[in-house]
């Protein structure tokens, strides 16, 4: 539908890299756009504005996500100039900030596994939450306890308006703060799983995971790894992992989480540590 609309406007290829390039978060579409077709960005946020009859806005993402608060710039080419929205994945409903707080809807397949791996009565540390998505949904399924931290406020913010939007089965702390001195101020050993879901900054904080999950705990780590085989990728963020972890661990599963970039891909190893 889209590739069609935009034929008077883009070639074939330039089409493809686009349509490929964006996110439709509940009634937001976020676009990169190549530098080579900035001069056609306003035609093509009001295409997309038209061809996605949901859509009420169209950005253009003229920065990577970056820092501790992990968020990005973006800059509206078509419709209302508003980055909150709902979005709804899995039976579950959240408020989301598309570009004051972390959140990526690529991650939805990595959030129903971990969901589905939690189990009654768990004690879980989300160390890089953002507005909670991970959070809410294993506190949906599952009668658990789930700290949720984030260093940036407006996430944790997002995360209690999450909580307060579901009808969990378990629950959920938000914790606003540095995941590092939460983990060593007040929840030393509590966790028997811990999510590490900063990829690109695990081995700073593999310590404090460590230190959160009690023996024979589970903590899932997630790397960005370069494989020139996507096949070599998982077993590679399991022998990163091995060469990184100072505590005896079991490695339980490996996979691609998703591509990144050529030969550059997001994964995660779950392991079972043992701290005797």
Same mark, same amino acid.
Not at 27 to 39: A, E, F, G, H, W
């Given at each position: 539908m889209?590739?069609?609309a935009?034929?008077?406007?883009? $070639? ?11 996110d439709?978060?509940?009634?937001i579409?976020?676009? +990169? ?5 900035l001069s056609k960005k306003?035609?093509?946020g009001?295409t ?6 949901v859509?009420r806005?169209? @950005? ?7 820092g501790d608060?992990? *968020? ?5 080419i ?8 709902? %979005?709804?994945?899995?039976?579950c ?6 570009q004051?707080?972390? @959140?990526?809807?690529?991650?939805s397949? !990595?959030?129903?596994r971990?969901a589905?791996?939690v ?5 879980? *540390?989300?160390? @890089?939450?953002?507005?909670g998505? @991970? ?5 949906r399924?599952?009668r658990?306890?789930?700290y949720?931290l984030d260093i940036?406020?407006?996430?944790s913010?997002?995360?209690e308006r999450?909580i307060k939007?579901?009808?969990? *089965? ?9 995941a ?5 101020e007040?929840? $030393?050993?509590?966790?028997?799983? *811990?999510l ?6 695990s081995? !700073?904080?593999? !310590?404090s ?7 024979g705990?589970?903590?899932? %780590?997630? &790397?960005h790894?370069?494989?020139d085989k996507?096949?070599?990728?998982? +077993?590679?963020s399991?022998?990163? %992992?091995l060469r ?13 989480v998703?591509?990144?970039g050529? +030969? ?9 540590? &043992?701290? $005797?």
């Amino acid at each position: 539908m889209l590739k069609k609309a935009l034929k008077d406007v883009l $070639t074939d290829k330039e089409s493809e890299e686009l349509i490929s390039a964006f996110d439709q978060i509940g009634n937001i579409i976020v676009v +990169r756009i190549p530098d080579s077709l900035l001069s056609k960005k306003e035609i093509i946020g009001k295409t997309l504005l038209n061809e996605v009859k949901v859509a009420r806005s169209v @950005f253009y993402q003229t920065s990577a996500v970056e820092g501790d608060y992990r *968020t990005r710039e973006l800059e509206v080419i078509a419709g209302e100039d508003n980055t909150e929205t709902e %979005y709804r994945e899995f039976g579950c409903r959240f408020i989301v900030d598309v570009q004051n707080a972390f @959140f990526s809807p690529r991650l939805s397949t !990595e959030r129903e596994r971990i969901a589905d791996l939690v189990q009654d009565g768990e004690t879980i *540390t989300n160390m @890089f939450a953002g507005v909670g998505l @991970f959070s809410v949904m294993a506190a949906r399924k599952n009668r658990c306890t789930v700290y949720s931290l984030d260093i940036n406020p407006v996430a944790s913010r997002l995360c209690e308006r999450n909580i307060k939007l579901n009808k969990l *089965t378990g629950n959920v702390i938000s914790m606003n703060g540095d995941a590092s001195e939460i983990i060593r101020e007040q929840l $030393t050993a509590k966790s028997d799983r *811990t999510l590490m879901l900063l990829p690109e900054r695990s081995d !700073e904080f593999l !310590e404090s995971a460590v230190n959160a999950t009690r023996d024979g705990g589970i903590i899932h %780590y997630y &790397s960005h790894i370069h494989a020139d085989k996507k096949s070599d990728a998982a +077993r590679l963020s399991e022998e990163h %992992y091995l060469r990184v972890a100072q505590v005896k661990s079991e490695i339980l599963d490996s996979k691609i989480v998703r591509a990144v970039g050529p +030969r550059y891909y997001q994964t995660v190893v779950d392991v079972r540590i &043992s701290k $005797t």
